[in-house]
């Protein structure tokens, strides 16, 4: 087995990136004066800079880990998250970020509160702090430390996960979402560039694309996999993969912040853009390199290696890492990784701190100054990560990071989602029935909770363990997690509709400028007339989705 140690020129590199990134925090807080500046980088960033953004804080140290260790364990269907994303982007530029930036809104709740009322907001805005802190930070935290302990296996999870906290919401208080940008399109050439290196070595080891065929079996070389797969059923990806998709890219204020500091609709669109291109090689760069470990690990050929692989596969990348890359090159890579772990924990802290400022103390104290929402933010990034920092260790609670993720995710997004899309799409939905609907939407998913904690019901993730399939035996039915996200927003947008149908209809003047409607198209047709081919959004569109076609046709 490969000693997972850094040279000191590996830890050279580590320390001067991180100096680095402070830096950069420190210089952009020198030009962040207003609430603007601080929480949407003065709405002024472009295209690219939104792009790499995106990407970099998606893609966290748990997606690079995390992917090539289940195409190693179960195969390449992962990938279905990640070609996923760019359509789910393609959807969300065409119909949501008009409103969201004519709106000049500051953050997701505040646009529910224009469509529907303030109880929407405040509601969506507790929600959505829980979930930026215990789902989303608390995990990359938690993912970050499993790499540190990896490298290092006698320093403590805690001491881990407070070092990367501390480290990640020092630049973050003080340059606010411009720092945050500016810091991830640095992060996200690092993190495509490590991946690459790695999957090049790995792929030069294994020799040809035939000897991977020669003995990977074909369905674990699909991306699309029969009904009946207990990890990733196709009709899941039209379900629940769309779903969860859209919740984490089109209404999570960590990722849509960065749309919304756009210079203008165009960059908002040309970066979502840009961030779906990039998800698309993914699966050369971070999934593929976990199919060809299965050929360089083999039990004959590294036997102690092979086993300890089989028991813990997120092993997959750190040892391809440490075994195929000399020093220097794998500072490099231990770089990126820190990177994504970064990237992820500072998006997620400034979108928090935004919430709480904008939707709370804002509304509440309406003549605070500038100055004074800005100094709020950089006190509430502090108390999050504090928080996010002390409820990072419990997810050891949980059978997985996967398990965590994705049944929060399940069990806590439908409701939100049918608010934005019923809202969008239907004039007659008023502010009674979102209400409702999320208060309906949670409590049903409360109800399928207790009832999968009593045993009554089976949320799947993947094969069913020994217990699970006993009580699948005796009759308890089993429900693919990927399935409740439609069941719960069904549930959630059926109550808006009686709702609205039974109260009186909303301000027409009021829901005409926020639904989406096919003389919206017509007009933005004829404004779109005025661009070339190439920076008109719909054209660039469709060869997204082209490449989407070649990229899922590769490996269907």
């Known amino acids: 087995m490969p000693a997972f140690e850094l040279t000191a020129l590996d830890l050279f590199m580590v320390v001067a990136y991180v100096i680095f990134i402070v830096w950069v925090g420190i210089y952009v807080s020198k030009k962040t004066e207003t609430t603007t500046d601080y929480f949407l980088a003065g709405r002024s960033l472009t295209w690219w800079l939104i792009g790499f953004s995106l990407f970099a804080s998606n893609v966290s140290s748990s997606t690079m880990v995390g992917l090539s260790s289940s195409a190693f364990s179960s195969g390449i269907s992962v990938y279905n998250y990640e070609w996923m994303a760019a359509f789910v982007l393609i959807f969300f530029i065409v119909f949501f970020l008009p409103f969201y930036l004519k709106t000049q809104v500051f953050t997701m709740p505040e646009f529910l509160e224009r469509r529907f009322d303030q109880r929407s907001r405040y509601y969506y805005s507790a929600l959505l702090v829980f979930m930026n802190i215990v789902i989303d930070t608390a995990a990359a935290l938690y993912a970050g430390a499993l790499v540190v302990q990896m490298i290092y296996p006698n320093i403590p999870l805690w001491q881990a996960v407070t070092a990367l906290g501390v480290l990640a919401g020092f630049y973050t208080i003080a340059g606010g979402l411009k720092a945050v940008v500016y810091t991830d399109a640095v992060q996200a050439v690092l993190l495509i560039l490590g991946a690459l290196l790695v999957s090049v070595i790995a792929f030069d080891a294994v020799g040809s694309w035939d000897a991977v065929l020669a003995v990977v079996p074909p369905e674990d070389l699909s991306v699309i996999q029969p009904a009946t797969d207990p990890t990733m059923p196709w009709p899941g990806l039209l379900t629940g993969v769309f779903l ?151 997810i050891l609670r949980f059978p997985d990071l996967w398990t965590y993720l994705q049944q929060m995710l399940a069990y806590l997004a439908p409701p939100v989602l049918a608010c934005f899309l019923v809202g969008l799409f239907w004039k007659r939905a008023n502010r009674h029935s979102a209400f409702a609907a999320l208060l309906v939407g949670h409590l049903s998913a409360a109800v399928i909770f207790a009832f999968a904690l009593a045993d009554k019901l089976i949320i799947q993730t993947g094969p069913l363990g020994p217990e699970e399939a006993l009580l699948a035996a005796q009759g308890v039915p089993v429900l693919h997690f990927l399935y409740l996200p439609p069941i719960l927003l069904s549930i959630s947008a059926a109550v808006m509709v009686v709702v609205s149908l039974m109260t009186e209809p909303p301000d027409p003047e009021k829901v005409k400028a926020l639904t989406w409607t096919p003389a919206f198209f017509r007009e933005e047709t004829k404004e779109l007339a005025a661009l070339p081919w190439y920076l008109n959004y719909r054209y660039l569109s469709v060869g997204l989705l082209l490449l989407i076609a070649l990229f899922v046709g590769m490996f269907w």
């Open 244 to 394: 969860l998709g859209f919740y984490f890219w089109g209404t999570n204020q960590f990722m849509v912040q960065r749309t919304l500091g756009a210079k203008d609709l165009n960059h908002g669109r040309w970066g979502a853009l840009f961030a779906g291109l990039l998800k698309l090689p993914i699966i050369f760069i971070m999934v593929l390199p976990g199919i060809f470990a299965r050929l360089i690990y083999t039990a004959e050929s590294h036997p102690e290696i092979a086993a300890r692989l089989a028991e813990n596969a997120d092993l997959i990348f750190p040892t391809l890492m440490f075994d195929l890359l000399p020093p220097g090159i794998r500072g490099v890579i231990i770089t990126a990784l820190v990177a994504a772990i970064m990237s992820s924990v500072d998006s997620t802290l400034n979108s928090a701190s935004t919430l709480v400022t904008m939707d709370f103390v804002k509304k509440l104290r309406p003549e605070a100054s500038n100055r004074t929402l800005v100094i709020v933010g950089r006190v509430v990034t502090f108390g999050f990560m504090t928080l996010a920092i002390l409820w990072a260790p419990q």
